[in-house]
């Protein structure tokens, strides 16, 4: 007998079935057509899908999981992913997975993946996008695992709307890739230590934002970091619809160990008779 996939988290009250948190998202299969390899540290999945409404597929940053692995008797183990590009008259999608070396779910699906592989996805699920207003310059913070997030947010900005761009990478190509809009400026920080501990992004933000005055911020990255961002806006003085920071991930934490404190966190508050929009993913005790 196999010994338990200790990568998949259970859901014993069936909370994740439940219409509270499935809204209108489906579970569609991606059926994978080619995998590029634009940059070294970057697999970019071109797929396809059969979407029961192609339009939901259209905005921008919309995320998916992605399940990567099918343990016998289990929860299947999966992945939330950032749909770079979808094109409806086909269904093919782009879907960049930020490589490393470490021996995980995602990682050997990928290495096991070829054309002619089938996935099952969930999805999609719409994460916010920068609030522009006509007094404000949006600011963008991200580091590389928010870079196909960014990319489809600038395929659909506002024509005519300023903004600035910071992005931590240590794939300068992923950042030069990014579409040149008029009225944007454009900001690399070459990160050239292991992602997540450089403190690049808070420190770039804090010296490009010193008034809360004229802005608003959409920033994504390592989990606390963005944590610490997100405190050091609002205490500055921005509006909380003019903060929009998002944890992708976190540091020394697997995605299962995140995954399982959200769903314990989301248990909590459904017995409050609360939903989904009342979980702030942002505080989850890790």
Do not use: C
């Not at 259209?58 to 998916?64: D, H, Q, R």
């Not at 310059?137 to 659909?156: K, N, Q, S, Y």
Request: negative net charge.
């Amino acid at each position: 007998m196999a010994s338990p996939n200790t990568e998949s988290v259970e859901d014993p009250d069936d909370l994740l079935s439940q219409q509270d948190h499935m809204r209108d998202m489906d579970r569609v299969q991606l059926e994978v057509a080619e995998i590029r390899r634009p940059f070294p540290s970057v697999a970019r999945v071109v797929g396809r899908i059969d979407a029961a409404d192609p339009a939901a597929w259209l905005p921008a940053n919309l995320a998916v999981r992605i399940e990567v692995e099918t343990p016998q008797g289990q929860r299947p183990v999966s992945r939330i992913y950032t749909i770079r590009s979808f094109e409806p008259a086909s269904g093919t999608v782009e879907i960049d997975f930020v490589l490393h070396d470490d021996d995980s779910p995602a990682m050997r699906w990928l290495k096991a993946a070829r054309a002619g592989t089938r996935a099952w996805m969930i999805g999609p699920r719409q994460h916010l996008v920068p609030g522009h207003a006509p007094d404000k310059r949006a600011a963008i913070f991200a580091d590389e695992t928010a870079i196909p997030a960014v990319h489809a947010i600038l395929g659909a900005w506002p024509q005519g709307t300023p903004g600035s761009l910071w992005i931590e990478t240590a794939e300068p190509g992923a950042f030069e890739e990014l579409p040149r809009l008029p009225g944007i400026d454009y900001h690399l920080i070459r990160r050239d230590r292991p992602a997540g501990t450089t403190g690049a992004l808070l420190a770039a933000a804090r010296n490009a934002i010193t008034t809360p005055k004229g802005w608003t911020l959409w920033a994504a990255g390592e989990r606390q970091e963005m944590r610490d961002l997100r405190s050091h806006f609002r205490a500055l003085g921005l509006a909380r619809e003019d903060v929009r920071v998002f944890g992708y991930w976190k540091h020394g934490a697997s995605s299962s160990e995140i995954d399982r404190i959200r769903l314990r966190e989301y248990a909590e508050i459904r017995k409050r008779g609360l939903r989904l929009e009342d979980l702030d993913d942002a505080e989850l005790p890790i």
